[in-house]
């Protein structure tokens, strides 16, 4: 039986088990191999591996976590979740379609879901292909490497203030691409206004090219030339297990956590992209606080098997 099994093997579920290593707790770490930014070639603002490889950094993390012979790391995935502290039961598959694992049943006594968010960029042609390459969600994270390039947001409604932001850090030349009529809060269209920035309400039939030479194209069969675009996809989370353990989920989809990354559900914590405290918006969707979220869980997580293993309760 695990003391913990950890449900998703990016910078929050590694760094999780790697604290909980630590403390020899016998730990399981699942992942299915597909983190979120996968296409990206670099990552950014994290201390000592900015413009450094995702995919390395997971490298290096689990080679690290190799050190600690209470630690196990699985490619797979959970497909269900029961029980209560002390005794959780979770089914574990070989992926997507499973293979000889598919079915597996192991216990233990807490769980920590780290799976993050999967991103569901606009139903555009071509715009999920260039995904993380020349179509970005995020300017913390690629912002600065668009910097004074000609630039296009896709976006309406309240996202489409990412234009203006844009706008302001990183480029003289964005245009506004709403995919059809523009529906903008007051505010938004008054800021985007006062910015200069230009609306093209045409739906888009599909993005061509690469970074620095793409093409959007229109339904009225123009094109607008541009370097990169940004565009703000809804996301969901990568697994199902919070609404199967019942957890309370946040209006944006995220699980609900408290300061100590616990769900309200005893027994199982969360962190990373798919969790946040109420007070707060949005998640924080960057590696470094993601790697921090799981170090924080998991610490308060390791107090709490601390406490349940005593001989006398505390008051």
Known sequence: MYEVIVVGGGPAGLSAALVLGRQRRRVLVVDAGRPRNAPAAEMHMYLGRDGGSPARLLADGRAELAAYPTVEFRQGRVTSAEGEPGRFTVTLTDGETGGEADGERVETSRLMLTSGLIDQPADVPGLAERWGR????????HGYETNGKVLAVIGNGPDAMLAAYVADRYSDDVVLCTNGPAAMPEPVAAVLKARGVPVKETPLTGVDGDLDALILRFADGTTLAREAVYHRAPTRPNTGLAVQLGCELLPDGCVEVDEYGRT??????AAG??????AVPDPVTLVGPSAADGVRAAVWLEQELFRAGLPVALG
């Open 134 to 141: 020349s179509v970005f969600h995020c300017p913390f994270c």
């Open 273 to 278: 992209d798919a969790a946040h405290l109420k």
């Open 264 to 269: 309200s559900v005893a027994g199982v914590y």
